[in-house]
Every structure is written in structure tokens, then in C-alpha cells.
């Protein structure tokens, strides 16, 4: 004779409903868990429609939560985020370089783009952009940098340390003549700071990011402007001069500013 094996009771689901609810009704709980969030690595405020404007799963996710809660997180949607605040930071976008470090920030723009492409069509100017983009990529990993975004015609990217972010640029300025088509030759100009953008999503902003950005408009092309931190920081690897600052929108008064042009050194 088999033995009969013991019934292992189910739980009550009424019971069960009560404890969920009860559990994220605890206002005491969910800023437990919010408090514990900013022990995490990422963005300690993930979850809000500023960090969570990228199309990666995480992202998506918490979009989608934010949307369903009105931005009243229980707690159980807060444990939700905990683990989507860690994804995000471990994605492809370099989250993990800014967590309040400091980083060199670099953009890099294409010169005359913009009045070539009404001219030479969609195609075309396409076509330049994704020749380019290739090559500003690989600079910018091969440096151990990570590429933040791509505004139409630039490039933001971030890197761990003042040196790498250089070699990036000057490599990315000596390759982009490569992606060339009948009618344009690509001509790049960049510009590089250092200092502790704020980590937003996959995302940086601040100050730190504007003056970057501020830097490449101002470069002349095939030229890398950068702040004395990036300078000073590289040493004696390459040969900067020192740059007239004027008076730069976004860039505080009193920086000193150097520049180095593409094939220095």
C-alpha cells in the first residue's frame, strides 16, 4: 500500500490579498525601501519620467509603472524599482562611470553637416552619419569610454579618466575624414571637460555637461578644446596651447581654456 503523501495546505487567498495590501499600504516599509534604494548603484531617483526617457527594458518598465501609479510608489513597487535602478545601471549606456565620480565628458560635432545635408538630401546625409557615428564609436569604446547619446550630427560620451577621453577625441578627429562621400569631407571638432556630471537614467546633466557641449560649439574644426583640468590631467602626452575663453554662454568666467589641433604631437 502507498502511503498517502501529507496535503500541504494552500494559503488563504483572501488572506493573501490582505497581506499585499496591508504590505504596501506600510508608509513606514516603502521609505524603508526608498532610503535602502540609495545604497544601490544608479540613479538613486530612478523611476521618474527625467530618468526614464531611454528605450532600454528597464527603463520602459518603470516608464510604464510610473504611468499605472501616478508617481505613488507602494512597496512592492518600490522593491520593483531597486532591481530595475540596478539593470539600468549595469546597461550598455556607461551609468556605472557616474555614480557621483568624476568623469571627462566629450562631445563631438560635425563642421558644416548641416548646410551639406539640405543640399545633398536624406540619403546621403545619412549615410555620412552612420559612416561617422561607426567611427566616433569604436574611439570612444576602444578608450574605454562609453557613448552617452547621439545629437544628430555630435556625439556625448564618458569616460573614467582626463587621458582616455583625449586619445578618444583625437582619435575620432583623425578617422572621421574616412567616412566621406562625393561633395563632403567630414570634419570634425570636440570638446572635452572634466568634472561630476549628475547621473540621470542613462543620461548625465549639470553644469559639468553644458561646458563640455559650450567647448565643442566653440572649437574651430579638426580642433579639441578643453578645460585645464583635462590639460593638466594628460600631462606632457600631448602638446596643448592656451585658448582666448572670451566670454562663452555656459562656461564659467575665469577658466582657462587649451586647445590642440587634429595630428598634434
Known amino acids: 500500500m502507498v502511503p498517502r503523501r501529507p496535503r500541504i495546505p494552500l494559503p488563504d487567498p483572501g488572506a493573501l490579498r490582505s497581506g499585499i495590501r496591508w504590505l504596501n499600504s506600510s508608509g513606514s516599509l516603502s521609505a524603508a525601501v526608498r532610503a535602502a534604494r540609495e545604497l544601490l548603484p544608479g540613479d538613486k531617483h530612478f523611476g521618474d519620467p527625467l530618468s526614464t526617457a531611454g528605450t532600454e527594458p528597464a527603463q520602459v518598465l518603470a516608464r510604464r509603472a510610473w504611468a499605472a501609479s501616478g508617481g505613488r510608489w507602494t512597496v512592492l513597487a518600490e522593491l520593483g524599482l531597486a532591481a530595475l535602478q540596478v539593470a539600468d545601471w549595469l546597461g550598455p549606456s556607461g551609468r556605472g562611470l557616474g555614480d557621483g565620480s568624476k568623469v571627462a565628458v566629450l ?6 553637416y548641416s548646410d551639406w545635408a539640405v543640399r545633398a538630401g536624406d540619403e546621403e546625409s545619412l549615410e555620412v552619419l552612420r559612416r561617422v557615428d561607426a567611427r566616433v564609436t569604436d574611439a570612444v569604446t576602444e578608450a574605454g569610454g562609453a557613448v552617452v547619446k547621439r545629437l544628430g ?7 573614467p579618466d582626463a587621458t582616455p577621453a583625449l586619445e578618444a577625441a583625437r582619435k575620432a578627429l583623425e578617422v572621421a575624414p574616412e567616412a566621406k562621400v562625393d561633395g563632403y569631407d567630414p570634419t570634425l571638432r570636440a570638446g572635452l571637460h572634466f568634472g561630476s556630471p549628475q547621473p540621470i537614467g542613462s543620461d548625465f546633466i549639470g553644469v559639468d555637461v553644458n561646458i563640455a557641449a559650450r567647448l565643442c560649439q566653440a572649437a574651430g574644426p579638426n580642433e579639441i578644446l578643453m578645460t585645464e583640468t583635462i590639460a593638466t590631467l594628460a600631462g606632457d602626452r600631448v602638446p596643448v596651447e592656451p585658448r582666448d575663453p572670451g566670454r562663452l554662454p555656459g562656461v564659467p568666467r575665469g577658466m582657462r581654456l587649451y586647445g590642440l589641433c587634429d595630428g598634434a604631437g
Not at 562631445?107 to 558644416?112: E, P
Not at 550630427?153 to 569616460?159: R, S
Open 107 to 112: 562631445f563631438t560635432d560635425l563642421v558644416g
Open 153 to 159: 550630427d555630435g556625439t556625448m560620451a564618458v569616460f
